[in-house]
């Protein structure tokens, strides 16, 4: 979402005449957008900040921007804390950016803007040429979230769940679909929680694959809690909807999620995948997990252990817990750091190991690659596998933006690397 953000964000500011650069010492204006999902991502944005002062040292200072949940969470704290940084600008009020730029440069004063406001939000942006033009895109259709888990900051820094109207969705997904776009990534906190008078996110799947120049249709991040039938349906169906389902459990054990209030148990997990699986054999499972959450013993780990054992999912994100102040899970008993490290590895291995066996398997087989871009450096070319896996290969120019048969010839962990099938060019009469 950051990353549609920010794109977002350089679209809106190209209007005042900002351009992007490659180069921070040539910057007027660092625009950080930044991320509180945990401790690190947080901790990311001061040394970033650090490494800017430094870059400008001897010279004219530039205007300096933070956005996202960072900016929402600490707000007037930020401007206190570092006197480098000149606007602080929420999530929710980026669509204000400009005139919030024009007002400090006109008053020189320091000021933060952290409102809540989606609908003014979508609606200016609705305005503006999403100018991505990439073969794969992102799409927000959903943003906020009601559901409160006990660890999560984002109910916090993205309020409440508000979802875009369908046909304002639809008509960006065909600007896309015409200027080149041929994959797009529904996004939301909360995708699949996606309702819009009597739209559901199968709905707009539905609608979206009508579009003849999109080929690839995914969402991410989905909750357990939303998988509905006519969404596990919709994979019966749909012939653009990719057969990848990054579906978070965070724990395998029921009193974990519990203790998290993530409002599914690991049975309703299990029924999810086996309903999925039963549709489609070849549809594979990603999920995120926290390790170390408040309370969790050797037993609830194992739990986790088992699951991923079983499900085998192809690509995930782990991490250790880490407390976020405001929510509940900040006032609970951590977890011995050396035990959560330890558990860390063991589920990692674990991960990992099913993603390079899932890989090998891929060897000699021929698969769909969606190619993205030539690589930057050297002549090969940069595409997706349907489960999302990357793929390195020798093409040509023209085969950006098409999907291209490619025989998987070696693979690591996260990668695949191929050379694409010749076609025949034989006629008949
Ligand atoms: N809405 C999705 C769901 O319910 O699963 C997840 C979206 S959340 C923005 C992305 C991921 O960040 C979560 O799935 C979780 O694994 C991780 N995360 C959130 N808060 C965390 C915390 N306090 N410590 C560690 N990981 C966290
Ligand atoms: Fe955070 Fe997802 Fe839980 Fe919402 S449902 S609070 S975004 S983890």
Known sequence: MNEYDSNRILDIVKQIGYHKTEFLSEANCFLLNTCHIRDKAREKVYHEIGRVKKNFRSKAKPLVIVTGCVAQAENEEMLKKEPFIDLVIGPQAYHKINDKINEYLNKKKRFEETEFDAYAKFDYLNKIQNSLGKTSSFLTIQEGCDKFCNFCVVPFTRGPEYSRPF???????????????????????????????????????????????????????????????????????????????????????????????????????????????????????????????????????KYTLELVKKIKFINSFSFIFSPRPGTVAANLNLVKKEISSKRLLIIQKELFENQIKKNKELENKKIDVLIENKLKRGDQFFGRSDLMTPVILDGEEKDVGKIVKVKIIRSNQNTLFGEKLKTSNLKVA
Do not use: C, W
């Not at 997990?269 to 969790?296: A, C, M």
């Open 167 to 301: 046909d304002e969705i639809f008509y960006e997904a065909k600007t896309l679909a015409e200027s080149g776009v041929k994959e797009i990534i529904l996004l939301g906190q909360n995708v699949n929680a996606y309702n819009f008078e009597k739209y559901k996110l199968s709905d707009l799947i539905l609608e979206i694959e009508k579009l003849p120049q999109i080929r690839r249709i995914r969402y991410t991040t989905s909750h357990p809690k939303d998988m509905t039938k006519d969404l596990i349906d919709v994979y019966g169906v749909s012939k653009k909807l990719m057969p990848l389902v990054h579906l978070p459990v965070q724990s395998g054990s029921n009193k974990i999620l519990a203790s998290m209030n993530r409002k599914h148990t690991i049975e309703d997990y299990l029924e999810i995948y086996e309903n999925l699986k039963e549709i489609n054999p070849l549809i594979e499972f990603s999920s995120d997990f926290i390790i170390g959450y408040p309370g969790e013993n050797d037993e609830d780990f």
